[in-house]
């Protein structure tokens, strides 16, 4: 079943609250959201790559048998 990409799979031990949290942890929270976007985006990437060679391969070993 696909996941939608909205969809956060990450559980935060911690859940943000507005009057709780320090700038420091606001800047940091936001790092870790960026950062966790650009990783989501590489594997994506990588997948695709995988995927795209394996495609290539199956429809080369296919059209040699035919």
Do not use: C, W, Y
């Amino acid at each position: 079943m696909p996941v939608d990409k909205k969809q956060h799979t990450t559980l935060t031990s911690n859940p943000p609250t507005a009057e709780s949290s320090t700038p420091q942890e606001v800047v940091q929270q936001a790092f870790h959201q960026h950062l966790r976007e650009h990783i989501r985006g590489a594997v994506q990437v990588v997948m695709e790559a995988i995927m795209r060679e394996e495609l290539t391969q199956s429809s080369s070993s296919t059209m040699g048998r035919v």
